[in-house]
């Protein structure tokens, strides 16, 4: 694999356009927010130097569920700008050797949508099938037992035309009825509408639900904490249909150069994600795998999760990591915070973009930015208002970007949609940027390294201890380089034996988050020493 590819090669960068920077002082980012920040992105000197951003949707949405229900998959909501700004910002970013990846809802719309009225109007309209209708039992009980994955039954009862329409969502998100052609055939129109305009890709979000079981029958049910956990979700998720529907989408971005579809399933079974990657060739070129999102701070669950995603993955196809996006606890937070918080994102930061696969970084990540506490009565998300107290939603992960020390950190000239960071007078991008032991230039330099290294972009994946109780370390090898990472998980310093089958191979560092100058592995030895939350690259000298 010597030829290179943008998206394997390459880093993402989630940005949440709502949060990211507002321009125009209404309390909301905007794309003329992330147009004037281009410069964090890539092209400055002190650029973090990514490849890709994805952006969460900037179509038009009542926000039941902040943009993830739309009303018109072919414009921009006017909170962000308009469809000519879209355009400028695509040719920007192109401009900066950036490309553009944006996130399709594709599953479900909003409940004002255009077509969910007409389908709501009349049995007999012609869209009244472009949804998921389905008569009641007897006491007008749902269809069946399917329940919303944010809780409650997934039916809504309508008493206009006497059906219920299934949402796996909320019930303002009604699900869409990819049985029917036409539904299909208007999606990949919308498809290419963004293709036409120069989008590099898109993230499908929950692809694998598109298609449920016709005879809408009941999943067997099984242990779990919520009522949604507590089925196996076999009948209304990853039906064997969808991969005939995902050849049919591949298609529409194969006859485009050099496109991109990164899949979100729902759950996270790294055997059904890796199902839908197939073998590289005609579905999905990336696939989620939320397996990192659900692990606690120890080395073996990472090294458990890696080799099971490594395992599951045809060779061919592409594996993908990440740690944070906006639907989970950022892992600044999720990792224990407290004063080792920066140590510990400098550790992860170091896996993330030394693994054999994609690194997706969400925006804030790279400053080692935390949750956001959210009083109950500024909570915005629906899950948070639904679970609270034993679920705060996912508002923490979402609050604004801080960018210097000013008010608001920057982020408005107004009042924020959310609030900022307790942290922002110290926590910023340009407190960062100044800072030259800062997370911000550590993600730099592992992003750098990266670039430049031809091990760590198709280099084979080797782990070097056979169960970690303090260290992961790993080789990262192909023909003309070979790389060791090293990565301390503790708050002490530690001495570690590589695997004992590790050649006598001689090792330069190549970077460290450590300052001290001490030799990590002296002479030919497989005995490594690193200091506490050291995370270190060391190249084989030859
Ligand atoms: C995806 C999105 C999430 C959204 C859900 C419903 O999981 O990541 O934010 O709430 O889909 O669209
Ligand atoms: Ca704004």
Redesign the pocket.
């Known amino acids: 694999m010597s030829t290179k590819t943008w998206w394997r090669d390459g880093v993402f960068y989630q940005i949440y356009p709502r949060s990211f920077s507002d321009t125009n002082g209404d309390g909301i980012g905007d794309l003329q927010g992330i147009l004037e920040h281009l410069d964090h992105l890539k092209g400055a000197p002190d650029s973090l130097d990514i490849d890709a951003v994805w952006l969460s949707p900037i179509y038009p949405s009542p926000n039941f569920?902040f943009g993830?229900d739309i009303v018109d998959h072919e414009a921009v909501d006017p909170a962000f700008g308009t469809l000519e700004l879209f355009d400028t910002l695509v040719q920007e970013c192109h401009k900066r050797d950036i490309k553009v990846v944006l996130d399709l809802?594709m599953n479900?719309t909003s409940h004002q949508h255009p077509w969910f009225l007409e389908s709501c109007s009349a049995r007999d309209n012609p869209r009244r099938d472009w949804y998921l209708w389905a008569d009641p039992l007897p006491h007008r009980r749902p269809p069946n037992r399917w329940k919303s994955a944010f809780g409650g039954s997934g039916w809504e009862w309508h008493e206009g035309t006497g059906q219920y329409y299934y949402h796996m969502?909320l019930r303002e998100?009604p699900d869409l009825n990819w049985r029917n052609p036409e539904v299909r055939e208007r999606m990949f129109q919308t498809m290419r509408f963004w293709l036409d305009r120069g989008v590099d890709g898109f993230r499908l979000?929950?692809f694998n639900a598109y298609v449920k079981d016709n005879l809408l029958r009941d999943n067997p049910l099984k242990l779990g904490r919520r009522p949604y956990d507590m089925q196996r979700h076999i009948y209304d998720l990853d039906r064997p249909e969808l991969l005939e529907v995902l050849q049919e989408v591949r298609k529409v971005t194969d006859d485009y150069p050099d496109r991109v579809l990164v899949g979100?399933p729902?759950g996270s079974d790294p055997d059904i994600a890796a199902r839908y990657a197939g073998d590289g060739s005609d579905l999905l070129q990336m696939v989620f795998n939320f397996d990192f999102t659900e692990r606690p701070w120890h080395p073996a669950h990472f090294q458990r999760a890696i080799r099971r995603w490594d395992s599951a993955l045809h060779p061919n196809a592409q594996p993908c990591y990440v740690l944070s996006n906006?639907?989970v606890s950022r892992h600044a937070s999720r990792f224990g915070g407290g004063e080792n918080s920066d140590a510990r994102a400098k550790v992860a930061a170091a896996m993330l973009l030394t693994l054999r696969g994609t690194p997706f970084l969400y925006a804030g990540e790279e400053i080692g930015l935390k949750d956001t506490p959210i009083p109950y009565i500024e909570i915005k998300d629906p899950l948070g208002k639904r679970y609270w107290p034993f679920f705060r939603g996912r508002d923490g992960c979402r609050a604004p970007m801080p960018w210097n020390s000013s008010q608001h950190g920057g982020f408005t000239s107004g009042q924020p949609w959310m609030r900022i960071t307790p942290e922002y007078a110290t926590r910023n991008v340009e407190a960062q940027k100044q800072d030259p032991d800062s997370v911000y230039h550590f993600y730099r330099k592992l992003i750098a390294l990266r670039r430049t290294s031809p091990a760590l972009l198709h280099g084979r994946w080797l782990p070097m201890i056979a169960k970690p109780t303090r260290v992961l370390a790993y080789l990262r090898e192909c023909a003309d380089q070979t790389l060791l990472v090293a990565l301390n998980f503790t708050n002490v310093p530690v001495r570690v034996n590589l695997c004992s089958a590790l050649p006598p191979y001689r090792w330069k560092l190549r970077l460290s988050s450590s300052r001290s100058g001490h030799e990590r592995l002296r002479g030919t030895s497989t005995r490594i020493s690193l200091d506490a939350f050291e995370a270190c690259v060391m190249e084989r000298a030859r």
């Open positions: 569920d993830y809802v479900h969502f998100q979000d929950v979100e729902l906006h639907d």
